[in-house]
């Protein structure tokens, strides 16, 4: 069964500057991978996901977020943090599998906090 | 767009009695999910659905059940509410598994 380590229950950083929220999974073939942002009493919405093609994806305001099989790792980036970018960041795996693709699995969470 | 509706937001259980948490989405959508949200924890998935009539367990099933009788609707059933199962809970569907998921905007639960 796959597994999703998001490293980091909090990670701060000042408007402006860089954001990087780390997510590593298990699997043995490659999984579809998505990054989902929860704003504080909303449901979560998708940032961007990953299936095939361009390891690089890019998504919503201003997010991205690299695949790289050989790290088994996901990270999602922003060159530049806003105030609104603060909330909680998911990262979720859906495996392959003989009878097709599994339901996700989640991360535990990071929040994220943006200071003036 | 309605996408994905849940009712009731917030609700207070005595331990011990039953109730339903309603999930609707109008995407036409094969997949329906229901997780759990504790702190530190993420989601955990609690039961889900591939399809009318076709449900499965999921990572945290225990003390509740699920139908699936419409492609519509995907109703979670506490059939005697713990405390343990204080928790926000989210439903979520999906055109296909491995393809993006659309949430609810979640029920708060308390059991005391």
């Known amino acids: 069964a796959q597994s999703v380590t998001q490293l980091g229950s909090h990670v701060s950083v000042s408007e402006g500057a860089l954001v990087l929220l780390r997510c590593n999974y298990s699997s043995s073939v490659p999984p579809y991978l998505f990054w989902y942002v929860q704003y504080p009493n909303q449901g979560l919405q998708l940032l961007l996901k990953?299936?095939?093609?361009?390891?690089l994806v890019k998504g919503i305001n201003g997010f991205e977020a690299e695949f790289k099989k050989s790290e088994t790792s996901f990270h999602l980036t922003k060159p530049s943090a806003h105030m609104s970018d603060a909330a909680e960041y998911f990262c979720?795996?859906?495996?392959?599998?003989?009878?097709?693709?599994?339901?996700?699995?989640f991360g535990k969470g990071t929040m994220l906090l943006v200071s003036p | 767009n309605a996408g994905v509706t849940q009712t009731p937001k917030f609700q207070v259980l005595k331990t011990g009695q039953s109730m339903t948490l309603q999930c609707a989405q109008d995407?036409?959508?094969?997949?329906m999910s229901w997780y759990r949200q504790d702190p530190g924890m993420g989601l955990r998935l609690i039961h889900y659905?591939?399809?009318?009539?076709?449900?499965d367990q999921g990572e945290v099933p225990n003390g509740y059940n699920v139908s699936r009788s419409t492609t519509e609707d995907f109703p979670l059933r506490l059939l005697s509410a713990a405390p343990s199962q204080t928790s926000v809970y989210f439903c979520a569907s999906m055109r296909a598994l491995g393809t993006e998921a659309f949430f609810g905007q979640g029920t708060r639960l308390t059991v005391v």
């Open positions: 659905s591939v399809g009318a009539g076709i449900t």
């Open positions: 995407m036409n959508h094969e997949y």
């Open positions: 990953y299936t095939t093609g361009a390891t």
């Open positions: 979720a795996v859906s495996d392959p599998g003989n009878s097709g693709y599994s339901t996700l699995t």
